[in-house]
């Protein structure tokens, strides 16, 4: 039996999603801008600007942080984004999304929620430190976020905003 052709429009499914259902990610673009504005204007204070690999692994840790905040009211963000480098990565991560976002492919319906997401993570980040058998855990009082130290806990002993 020979197959008919079928004459009717294919069309998308409607959208069901709520408002807060889809995740933006970070564009490269700005992760790239960021990284290169960090290790630029690397405040001496700190010491030697770090490694490109030291500065990847971070990057990693709060891309998925930042990822993570906007999925869930209880995110668990690594400690290592706790650090001076984390810290320098999220100002510069967030004035490139200011600076730039159009440019860099984010929708103007995406960059709230990034921001949002942003400061929820600085928020976390300027939490109070909590120790257990279990490891660190920075704990974010205004939300339900927490720093899982997932390293040495003598290298975390000094955790600043």
């Known amino acids: 039996m020979p197959l008919q052709p079928v004459n009717a429009e294919l069309s998308p499914p409607p959208d069901t999603r709520s408002p807060r ?15 290169q504005q960090l290790l630029t204007n690397w405040p001496a204070d700190l010491g030697a ?9 971070v990057l990693a840790y709060l891309l998925a942080g930042i990822l993570e905040a906007q999925v869930t009211d209880s995110a668990v963000i690594d400690s290592r984004v706790h650090s001076a480098l984390g810290r320098q990565l999220l ?7 200011v600076r730039d976002w159009k440019n860099a492919g984010v929708d103007e319906t995406e960059l ?15 939490g109070r ?6 490891g660190s855990f920075a704990l974010c009082p205004r939300q339900n976020i927490a720093f899982a130290d997932r390293t040495d806990p003598q290298e975390n002993s000094s955790l600043s905003c």
């Open 49 to 57: 600007p770090p490694g490109a690999a030291e500065v990847t692994e």
């Open 91 to 97: 100002i510069a991560l967030r004035a490139e999304l």
């Open 129 to 134: 430190v909590a120790r257990s058998g279990m």
């Open 21 to 35: 259902a889809g995740i933006a990610g970070v564009p490269a673009q700005i992760q790239r801008a960021a990284t």
């Open 112 to 126: 709230a929620p990034l921001l949002a997401a942003c400061e929820r993570v600085h928020r976390a980040r300027c």
